[in-house]
């Protein structure tokens, strides 16, 4: 751990100003993605995590607004308040949009999302897309785009990159449109890209498929990735480090190895037994039961107290404070539950709740 972050969060919050009330949908996280990394952002459906991420590129959809905390992108600020008064405003060296479009998105930091098909046009070849990407953001003429265009498909793995450059995405099975839009992040060379969820719509081997080539590219290019995902099983295929998030929180940071070993939170707990492992049947599941409450209006104390199996009376009222439980190999194992705090929760009563109800599960899935 010599290097620095190149992606610090602090105390991040996000809001949505709705008519039927204020959404917080990211209330204070705080993470940080090294040189090189690969760091997941896993949690159920609804918990912020997308928002999270439209957060760190600022674009943030209406009616949504970054309320507080500090975003830092090597020595950029992305977001960054102070005090005036009674309101918070942003500091003089945090970007502007204009700035942010032309310094950071795309060329420094390079989202991916779910759907390929909303970040291809359907009119123009796939090749034709590429190339202009390329145009557009490094400068190259535009026969070595074409060229640099063709090596990016091969490196991503597009059989024949030269007679597929002429085809359109309809043409393009959904594993390989999201190796097109790896190949257009990558084109780039940015330091950090930013997936959300790219691998859910495919089924398991095509996914499987990915997550070997995005490991490889991050061997050959050292770029870094935040990776946000509802599935466990994907945080164990490529992650090095991991933050568990929910209901705009983040509950749990560890390594991988830590937290899958030496789980701390009853959730991640929960999410880590509601996913298919070797040494399981897929009988023995347990799906995560109850439904996340609202952001609008959190619970009190713990959020997870409704559905947290280990939940106590206590965990009603006192709201827990996300610290540092152990380390391990000099990173930080973060959680955010009584139990490891000194505030009564060995002597505190169990409570009644949706786990202990035998509510009907949801499963994990979005
Ligand atoms: N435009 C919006 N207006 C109001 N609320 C919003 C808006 N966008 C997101 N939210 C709310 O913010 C919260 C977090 O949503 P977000 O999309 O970040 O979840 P997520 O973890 O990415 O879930 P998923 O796995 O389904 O993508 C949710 O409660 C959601 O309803
Ligand atoms: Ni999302």
Redesign the pocket.
């Known amino acids: 751990m010599t290097d620095e972050p190149i992606l610090t969060v602090e105390n991040l919050k996000t809001q ?1 100003f ?1 008519e039927q009330g204020v ?1 917080r ?2 209330d204070g996280i705080s993470f940080d993605v090294y040189p090189g990394e690969i760091v997941g952002l896993v ?10 991420t ?1 957060s760190v590129m600022r674009l943030v ?4 607004e970054i309320v507080g905390g500090e975003i830092t992108y090597k020595n950029k600020t992305l977001v960054g308040f102070e005090r005036a008064g009674d309101e918070l405003v942003p500091r003089d060296e945090m970007l502007t949009n204009e700035e942010m479009r032309t310094q950071v998105r795309g060329n420094e930091i390079a989202i991916i999302f ?1 759907d390929p098909m909303e970040s291809l046009n359907p009119v123009y070849t796939i090749g034709h897309q590429l190339k202009e990407f390329i145009l557009l953001n490094r400068e190259l003429d535009k026969k070595a785009a074409r060229e640099e265009a063709i090596t990016m498909l091969r490196e991503v793995g597009i059989p024949e990159p030269e007679e597929r450059f002429d085809d359109y995405p309809h043409e393009f099975s959904g594993g390989m449109r999201q190796r097109v839009l790896i190949a257009m992040a990558l084109a780039c060379q940015p330091e950090l890209i930013i997936a ?2 790219p691998t859910t719509a495919l089924d398991v081997t095509v996914e499987g498929q990915i997550l070997e080539l995005v490991k490889e590219l991050q061997e050959e290019y050292g770029t870094s990735f935040l990776w ?1 995902t ?1 599935d466990m099983g994907v945080v164990a295929e490529i992650c090095d480090r991991v933050n568990v ?1 929910y209901l ?1 929180e983040i509950v749990e940071q560890a390594t991988v190895d830590e937290l899958f070993y030496e789980t701390q939170h009853p959730y991640t707990n929960a999410l880590l037994n509601s996913i298919p492992r070797p040494d399981q049947t897929i009988e023995e599941l347990v799906p995560i039961k109850g439904v996340m409450p ?2 609008i209006n959190p619970p009190s104390g713990c959020r997870f107290h409704t559905r947290c199996p280990d939940a106590r009376e206590v965990c009603t009222e006192i709201e827990p404070t996300y610290s540092e439980i152990t380390t391990y190999d000099g990173w930080p194992h973060n959680a955010s539950c009584l139990k490891h705090e000194d505030v009564g929760y060995d002597v505190s009563e169990p409570i009644e709740n949706e786990a202990r109800k035998g509510t009907e599960g949801t499963e994990v899935v ?1």
């Open positions: 949505f709705t959404v949908a990211v949690g159920e459906s609804g918990a912020g995590k997308s928002v999270a439209s959809d209406n009616p949504g779910q959300d969820e946000v509802h998030m705009g609202e952001a979005q």
